[in-house]
T-cell receptor, first 114, second 109 residues
Framework: NAGVTQTPKFQVLKTGQSMTLQCAQD?????MYWYRQDPGMGLRLIYY???????DKGEVPNGYNVSRLNKREFSLRLESAAPSQTSVYFC?????????????FGQGTRLTVV | GIQVEQSPPDLILQEGANSTLRCNFSDSVNNLQWFHQNPWGQLINLFY???GTKQNGRLSATTVATERYSLLYISSSQTTDSGVYFC???????????FGEGTQLTVNP
C-alpha cells in the first residue's frame, strides 16, 4: 500500500520557469492538500480539495495553481517560479469530515528556485 | 484562525531520559494529530487524538479538549527519536490541519 506518492523528490528551477508537482493517493480519500514547509517552521496550507472537482485556497495560495484531476490525483503548479517559493512541498490526503479525518503525508518535494 | 503553540521549542536529552512535549490551541478542535519529522524530512503519523489518551510503545499522548491542550510523552528516549515533533489541529467542519511550529528534539547517546 503506497499511501501518498509525490513526484519529483527534488527539483531545481530557474526564476521564471514553470513546473507541476504531482501527487497521488490510493486510500480512497476525498480530501487532498498541498502544504509548504520553510526552514524552522511548521507546515502551511497552500490549497486543498475537499472532493473531486473542487479546490479552495489555503493560507498561502499566491503564486500557485492546483488541479484535482480525479479522486486519486491532485497537482500543484508554479507558473513562474520565484526564489521565495524555495521550500519543501508536502501533499496529504484524508477523509472529509466524519469520525476519523486522520491525514497522511507524502515524502515531500524539495524545490530550490535560483 | 486558530493558534497552535508548542513547547519547548528545543529539547536536548540523554538517551534513556523521559520527556513531555506540550501543544496548546486557542479554540475548540475536532481533530488533533502528532507527527514526527525524522532527520530525512519524512512526516510520520504518531497519534490521531482529538480527546483522551493513547499509547504506542514508548510513546503516549493525552488530549484534554476542554482545556485546549495536548501532551506527548516519550519514555526511555533513543537516538532514533531525534527530529521535530509537530502538533496539528482541525477546527470546525472539514479536515484542514493547522500546524504548530514544532519541538526540535535531540537525543544524545
Amino acid at each position: 500500500n503506497a499511501g501518498v506518492t509525490q513526484t519529483p523528490k527534488f527539483q531545481v528551477l530557474k526564476t521564471g520557469q514553470s513546473m507541476t508537482l504531482q501527487c497521488a493517493q490510493d486510500m480512497n480519500h476525498n480530501s487532498m492538500y498541498w502544504y509548504r514547509q520553510d526552514p524552522g517552521m511548521g507546515l502551511r496550507l497552500i490549497y486543498y480539495s475537499a472532493s473531486e472537482g473542487t479546490t479552495d485556497k489555503g493560507e498561502v495560495p499566491n503564486g500557485y495553481n492546483v488541479s484535482r484531476l480525479n479522486k486519486r490525483e491532485f497537482s500543484l503548479r508554479l507558473e513562474s517560479a520565484a526564489p521565495s517559493q524555495t521550500s519543501v512541498y508536502f501533499c496529504a490526503s484524508s477523509r472529509t469530515g466524519g469520525k476519523n479525518t486522520e491525514a497522511f503525508f507524502g515524502q515531500g518535494t524539495r524545490l530550490t528556485v535560483v | 484562525g486558530i493558534q497552535v503553540e508548542q513547547s519547548p521549542p528545543d529539547l536536548i536529552l540523554q538517551e534513556g531520559a523521559n520527556s513531555t512535549l506540550r501543544c496548546n490551541f486557542s479554540d475548540s478542535v475536532n481533530n488533533l494529530q502528532w507527527f514526527h519529522q525524522n532527520p530525512w524530512g519524512q512526516l510520520i503519523n504518531l497519534f490521531y487524538i482529538p480527546s483522551g489518551t493513547k499509547q504506542n510503545g514508548r510513546l503516549s499522548a493525552t488530549t484534554v479538549a476542554t482545556e485546549r491542550y495536548s501532551l506527548l510523552y516519550i519514555s526511555s528516549s533513543q537516538t532514533t527519536d531525534s527530529g521535530v515533533y509537530f502538533c496539528a489541529v482541525v477546527r470546525g467542519s472539514g479536515s484542514r490541519l493547522t500546524f504548530g511550529e514544532g519541538t526540535q528534539l535531540t537525543v544524545n547517546p
